[in-house]
């Protein structure tokens, strides 16, 4: 081997260890940084054309990422971030119903039909009459409440829907911005680890907001779907939108309203699920409890008499709504809102609990209404009101339930991926502290054949 040879060997296995040990230095500086990602050097024989060898080389720095796991770490996180955005929105329902309470529409409507109770003992009595209209009126009010607590926290999600869509356009920008110049850097040779890492943890955090997938080109730069839409990729982004297609909200392509993301989980999917769906399946529920009760209501106080009145009683009055020309009840129960009948509010006295005229001490009628607390009712399923109503708030508990028990299996799932990609992908002092002390090694060793050659060249000359 030629002392020119060796010296070109010598020279470059420091350049080369030299560079191994940035590398290493630069993960051991990203210890503990947990959106680094790893690298590692690959090394290479250098050979001539002849096949002989020349020393070391570089062949690749490698970046330690497992795109698996990844996904699947981006998969349980959209579902966590759904499962808990539910659980809180559903917390702001739950303190609308407020159930159990003393101000919970259950114990509302068993004053309401306790009141009617005891009026049939005393059917006489102008303050049980009054005390009927007063229950009646304070369950009226709980009813508003709660349609009014859902539109608020619907006007809540929209707003919230607004500034998710938003951020996520921000992130689908900075995604088509880092694909752009991670592309143009490894075009050049140079790699773009840090690039990737920065862009890596974007997605990440996209993910949260709705379910996505990640495809990766043949220039590195990775292709984003949101909800079956694209949404990056290396020449740009789609900018999406808050819209409403048949009255439900979505989640579409600014440029193309016929492009719809597909949402089933993240942020974004729990505030349009809850928006469209759950809250006005609550909603209908406690509107069609409302519309049975308050026609029962009204059909039994429609067969009973009023008090006597200018010598005689009157029937056919209900006790919500009004009568039209036709003797059809109208706007007992309009928006929410169940309204009692002006005519019984501005006189007790039409308050027909008699079963026969001009007979009033008599309250049958009263007893009747009372036992709509307890009655199984064919409209309702063969269930009572207060059954139907106690199923309904079965109904929400499951989904808070289910909600809560989401958030824990999801994040103990993502725990164990997080341990897993720490452990594939995360930094190991003491294996960089390995590679400092052999790279080292190699760098001193070379240095010192650089000498050897030094010392041949100087035994040379002298013998010139």
């Known amino acids: 081997m030629g002392i020119g040879r060796l010296l070109d060997i010598s020279v470059r296995s420091m350049a080369a260890y030299q560079r191994a040990m940035d590398v290493t230095s630069q993960n051991i500086s990203n210890a503990g940084n947990p959106e680094y990602s790893r690298q590692k050097t690959l090394f290479a024989t250098e050979e001539t054309q002849a096949g002989i060898g020349m020393g070391v080389k570089i062949q690749d720095i490698l970046r330690i990422k497992n795109d698996l796991l990844d996904s699947q770490l981006r998969k349980y996180q959209s579902s966590l971030a759904d499962a808990e955005k539910r659980s809180e929105l559903l917390q702001q329902i739950e303190s609308v119903i407020a159930e159990p309470s003393d101000i919970g529409l259950s114990s509302y409507m068993s004053q309401f039909f306790n009141s009617w109770s005891q009026l049939a003992t005393n059917p006489n009595s102008t303050q049980l009459r009054s005390q009927v209209i007063q229950n009646a009126q304070r369950l009226s009010e709980r009813f508003s409440e709660i349609f009014e607590g859902f539109s608020s926290v619907q006007a809540v999600l929209q707003k919230e829907a607004v500034l998710k869509t938003n951020q996520m356009n921000e992130y689908l920008k900075e995604i088509a911005e880092l694909n752009h110049r991670i592309y143009e850097s490894e075009a ?188 199984k009712l064919p409209e309702l399923g063969n269930q009572s009101l207060l059954e139907n109503y106690s199923g309904f708030l079965n109904t929400f508990g499951v989904d808070k339930v289910v909600s809560d028990n989401r958030i824990e299996s999801n994040g103990l799932v993502i725990q164990q991926l997080q341990n897993q990609k720490a452990s594939y992908s995360g930094v190991s002092i003491d294996e960089e502290m390995t590679n400092v002390i052999k790279y080292q090694r190699s760098y001193e060793a070379a240095a010192k054949l650089i000498k050897v050659v030094n010392d041949m060249m100087e035994t040379i000359i002298q013998l010139v």
Request: proline share 2%; charged share 20%.
């Open 188 to 375: 050049r040779g140079i790699k773009a680890s840090e690039l990737k890492d920065k862009r890596d943890s974007i997605i990440d955090n996209l993910s949260k907001l709705a379910n996505l997938t990640v495809n990766y080109n043949e220039f590195g730069a990775a292709i984003v779907n949101i909800g079956g839409v694209q949404g990056a990729d290396q020449n740009g982004y789609t900018e999406f939108e808050l819209s409403f297609v048949n009255n439900k909200m979505r989640i579409v392509s600014k440029t193309d309203k016929n492009a719809i993301a597909i949402l089933n989980s993240g942020e974004l999917f729990s505030a349009t699920d809850l928006y469209s769906s759950k809250i006005p399946d609550y909603r209908n529920k406690l509107e069609d409890l409302a519309n049975v009760f308050v026609n029962k209501v009204n059909e039994y106080h429609m067969q009973g008499f009023s008090l006597v009145q200018n010598g005689s009683s009157s029937t056919g009055i209900p006790f919500f709504g009004t009568l039209d020309t036709n003797g059809n009840v109208l706007n007992a129960f309009v928006n929410g809102q169940i309204r009692i009948n002006a005519e019984v509010v501005n006189n007790p006295k039409n308050i027909s609990i008699s079963s026969a005229a001009n007979n009033d001490g008599n309250g049958s009628i009263a007893n009747l209404i009372a036992s709509l607390s307890d009655l």
